[in-house]
């Protein structure tokens, strides 16, 4: 069965994304055959990164920020939340950086709300189920700090040091969309690009354009972004779909004992729970993996766009085209992953956070 044939779509009346069968050790090849050469794009990337997440929701948040935050080729400078309940995702995020010892990160909330009208999905209750989140039960309630303020430190503190920072989305783009309408020229120039998990590559025009979750939960901040000229690389379900983390890694991962372990494992659990699954999707790892190693991902230099006044816009559907020359494509997107250095690379440096034993 292709890895097309085996996806599925799960939750979808309550807005999740798209969610694909893991198929851990087959599919690797099969992608990375259909992928075009790496070509060398941002040779001066930067590691700095601000990691925009809608944490708490799809486990794989969890695991984003985990290796974000232990991996010593990326300098995480802060968290900014998105969607919905920000103040809860918040917590979520402080307190797994509390219990991996990188209480120096700071977290901040970001935009509840979609800048599309009427957008709503993204939440769907079980946020905060499954850990300890004793001690934070009012942190972030008064909306939990600046985070267009903390966005302009930081890019201005990289510029100061010769460098530029990347912001990484891995939830809705409705925070990078609403820093792109209020930073400045300079700002904006301090940004190297975006690192985004979103949408899906299933090829050129209309017709191959699919849906998919963080594009949908934002269409109009997806467009503005799309269309803004900033360097944007997309890790999509195309690859994203060939990744995966099944019950008896998460036992494993329990098995360490430490507080972080059972905190990640008890949230793990419950999103198995909500999924009625016993593996799922490490969507949002992939997009963090692409920057530590961007060997693990192809890529190929596209024009993206999506009209958030159709219904395929609203859907999430982003359409890719051919872009006229290298020098016009603002767009990458990943179409090819080597699944199990990804995983490798991944199993490495989780254990390595919660292995962390915080004092
Ligand atoms: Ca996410």
């Not at 920072?165 to 409705?174: D, R, S, Y």
């Amino acid at each position: 069965m292709s890895p097309k044939g085996v996806e599925r779509r799960l939750l979808t009346e309550s807005g999740i994304r798209r969610f694909p069968l893991p198929t851990l050790h087959r599919v690797g090849s099969l992608a990375a055959a259909k992928s075009v050469p790496l070509r060398v794009w941002y040779p001066d990337m930067p590691t700095r990164i601000i990691l925009d997440t809608d944490i708490g929701t799809d486990i794989d948040d969890v695991y984003a920020l985990l290796l974000a935050a232990v991996s010593p080729e990326l300098e995480l400078r802060g968290v900014i939340t998105v969607n919905n309940d920000v103040a809860m995702r918040a917590r979520i995020a402080r307190r797994v950086l509390d219990l991996i010892g990188r209480a120096d990160v700071p977290v901040v909330c970001g935009i509840a709300e979609s800048l599309t009208p009427g957008e709503t999905r993204g939440w769907l209750g079980h946020e905060g189920i499954g850990m300890d989140l004793s001690g934070l039960e009012t942190a972030f309630a008064d909306g939990g700090g600046d985070w267009l303020e903390m966005l302009r430190t930081e890019i201005a503190a990289a510029v100061r040091d010769g460098e530029r920072l990347t912001l990484v989305t891995i939830g809705a783009m409705t925070d990078a969309a609403a820093a792109l309408r209020a930073l400045e020229d300079s700002g904006r120039a301090g940004l190297a690009g975006m690192m985004s998990m979103a949408s899906t590559f299933e090829g050129f025009g209309e017709h191959a354009a699919q849906p998919e979750h963080n594009i949908a939960c934002d269409p109009v901040a997806a467009a503005e972004v799309l269309a803004s000229g900033l360097p944007v690389r997309l890790v999509g379900l195309n690859v994203t779909r060939h990744t995966g983390m099944d019950r008896a890694t998460v036992d494993r991962l329990a098995a360490l004992g430490s507080p972080a372990a059972q905190a990640v494992a008890g949230m793990h659990y419950e999103w198995f729970r909500v999924i009625g699954r016993d593996a799922s999707c490490m969507h949002d790892p992939l997009a963090i993996a692409a920057l530590i190693e961007p060997d693990l991902l192809t890529w190929r230099d596209v024009d993206a766009s999506l009209d958030p006044s159709t219904q395929r816009g609203r859907d999430g559907a982003v359409v890719y085209a051919q872009p006229n020359g290298p020098a016009s494509a603002r767009c990458r997107v990943a179409v090819g992953v080597q699944s199990e250095p990804f995983h490798a690379l991944l199993l490495d440096r989780v254990q390595r956070a919660l292995t962390h034993i915080t004092a």
